[in-house]
Each structure stands twice: as C-alpha cells, then as structure tokens.
C-alpha cells in the first residue's frame, strides 16, 4: 500500500494548513489512520489517530487537542489532517500511517515561524 502526502509549507504562528494523505489502496476504509510527526533532533510521535470504517474514535496528543482535526474520506481514499493556531513548536516532518498494513507516507514539511 503505497500513501501520497500532501498539503505542507511555512506558514506564521496562529495561521492553518490541511495535510492530506491518499493511499492506494480501495480497502483504505480497514484500517485506522494515524497522523506522526518528527522534529529535528526529536523522536516521531504520535499525533493523532482515527478509527477504521467511518473514523467515529478520533484521538489526539495533548499537544495538539483543540487545535488539530484528524478526519477521513474513504469514498476518496484519503485522510487528512486539519491544523489550527499553528506553533512554532508545531514545526516538523509530518507522516501519514495506515495502521493495518504499517505503510507509511514520504513525509510533508510544515514549518511555523514569523
């Protein structure tokens, strides 16, 4: 299974993105989809996750809650990840991930800094 992700750049504190991820795959609804990503000199982390199917259990790093929607359009194949009130502590390499067949995506800059 191979994921497209999509959707980074630079943009300033408080400002949004949507990264998208698109799998190849038409079973894309079987697994759940999670959201990582990886700053310099860091390690990845979890950042948010959706369930299989209609994605009703979304789940966030507490960093992140109340800022980042994670949702899912399986007619599409493809997930996203809505970021609001970007931070600087924001900036990294971000990662789509389907769980079921542990495929990851090439990874999408986002940058936040004024």
């Known amino acids: 299974v191979q994921l497209q992700a999509s959707g980074g750049g630079m943009v300033q504190p408080g400002g949004s993105l949507t990264l998208s991820c698109e799998a190849s795959t038409r079973f894309f609804r079987a697994s759940a989809l999670q959201w990582h990503r990886q700053a310099p000199g860091k390690e990845r982390e979890l950042v948010a996750a959706?369930?299989?199917?209609?994605?009703?259990?979304?789940d966030y790093a507490d960093s992140v809650k109340g800022r980042f929607t994670i949702s899912r359009d399986n007619a599409r194949q493809t997930g996203y990840l809505r970021m609001n009130n970007l931070k600087p502590e924001d900036t990294a390499v971000y990662y789509c991930r389907l769980s079921k067949w542990d495929s990851w995506g090439q990874g999408t800059q986002v940058t936040v800094s004024s």
């Open positions: 959706i369930s299989a199917g209609s994605g009703s259990r979304p």
